[in-house]
């Protein structure tokens, strides 16, 4: 069938998310820092890192650091390329074997758009995932045994809205939800084409016009490479987002 809209995505994934058999359902946290740095009125830095938890702050899930080079193709459209690594470690009820490193390539296209009070954007993702293979040592322990290599493209539909101004400026608080869908697609990904979905709602604060703070609540749900067990994950996120000026002549 033809998907006309992207966001018919976002209907079809609960038909296929609640078909799985092993859902663990957990608590994570998410603590998070963002950031598009200028350097030119087109040209800028996108640099990023969050500190994964399983449960509230005590047992370590994931790290993730992210850095990028973004380009300005116009006032609402913006394109993003670079490189990210991951380190995952064994965590709640279906537990990866041993930890394990990634190294990934990823590029994404970010429109933006608003209509009244009603800030969107959209993004598109393609992340290309050179993930760490791990052998048992047989003793507890486990050694480097190469990597394999896996594709996936995602796409968010992302909406804010500020609550005591007209505008996201200095002093709003708003609300912003999205939802984003992640697809696996050639080599390794094994039974399952859909891999992650995501829906998002938050609280934030506009600090300036360089930055803010959200505190939110994310559903994620993974579906496993037997797309058999999957884990639905109740997630607190706590975000700062600080975009540096680097410019000599700024606005």
Same mark, same amino acid.
């Given at each position: 069938?033809?998907?006309?809209?992207?966001?018919?995505?976002?209907?079809?994934?609960?038909?296929?998310?609640?078909?799985?058999?092993?859902?663990?359902?957990?608590?994570?946290?998410?603590?998070?820092?963002?950031?598009?740095?200028?350097?030119?009125?087109?040209?800028?830095?996108?640099?990023?890192?969050?500190?994964?938890?399983?449960?509230?702050?005590?047992?370590?899930? #994931?790290?993730?650091?992210?850095? %990028?080079?973004? +380009?300005?193709?116009?006032?609402?459209?913006?394109?993003?390329? !670079? =490189?990210?690594?991951?380190?995952?470690?064994?965590?709640?009820?279906?537990?990866?074997?041993?930890?394990?490193?990634?190294?990934?390539?990823?590029?994404?296209?970010?429109?933006?758009?608003?209509?009244?009070?009603?800030?969107?954007?959209?993004?598109?993702?393609?992340?290309?995932?050179?993930?760490?293979?791990?052998?048992?040592?047989?003793?507890?322990?486990?050694?480097?045994?190469?990597?394999?290599?896996?594709?996936?493209?995602?796409?968010?539909?992302?909406?804010?809205?500020?609550?005591?101004?007209?505008?996201?400026?200095?002093?709003?608080?708003?609300?912003?939800?999205?939802?984003?869908?992640?697809? #696996?697609?050639?080599?390794?990904? %094994?039974?399952? +084409?859909?891999?992650?979905?995501?829906?998002?709602?938050?609280? !934030? =604060?506009?600090?300036?016009?360089?930055?803010?703070?959200?505190?939110?609540?994310?559903?994620?749900?993974?579906?496993?490479?037997?797309?058999?067990?999957?884990?639905?994950?109740?997630?607190?996120?706590?975000?700062?987002?600080?975009?540096?000026?680097?410019?000599?002549?700024?606005?």
């Amino acid at each position: 069938m033809k998907l006309k809209y992207p966001l018919l995505l976002l209907f079809l994934v609960p038909l296929y998310v609640w078909g799985q058999k092993d859902i663990a359902t957990q608590n994570n946290s998410w603590y998070m820092y963002f950031g598009n740095h200028k350097v030119t009125d087109k040209v800028g830095i996108h640099t990023e890192f969050q500190w994964r938890r399983n449960g509230l702050i005590k047992d370590v899930g #994931q790290s993730l650091t992210r850095l %990028g080079v973004d +380009y300005k193709l116009s006032p609402s459209v913006m394109a993003t390329a !670079g =490189y990210a690594y991951i380190v995952t470690w064994p965590y709640g009820e279906q537990p990866v074997a041993f930890k394990f490193r990634e190294h990934r390539i990823w590029q994404q296209l970010f429109l933006t758009h608003s209509s009244g009070r009603f800030f969107f954007n959209h993004r598109f993702r393609l992340e290309q995932r050179f993930i760490e293979k791990r052998m048992d040592n047989g003793d507890g322990t486990s050694s480097n045994d190469g990597s394999f290599y896996k594709n996936r493209a995602r796409y968010r539909f992302f909406v804010s809205v500020p609550l005591n101004n007209n505008e996201l400026v200095k002093g709003t608080f708003f609300v912003s939800a999205y939802d984003e869908v992640f697809l #696996q697609f050639g080599p390794n990904f %094994g039974l399952n +084409y859909l891999d992650q979905n995501r829906l998002y709602g938050a609280i !934030g =604060y506009v600090v300036d016009r360089n930055a803010n703070v959200q505190l939110g609540y994310l559903n994620q749900f993974i579906i496993k490479g037997d797309a058999v067990q999957a884990e639905n994950n109740h997630t607190l996120q706590l975000a700062l987002t600080y975009n540096f000026d680097f410019r000599k002549n700024k606005e």
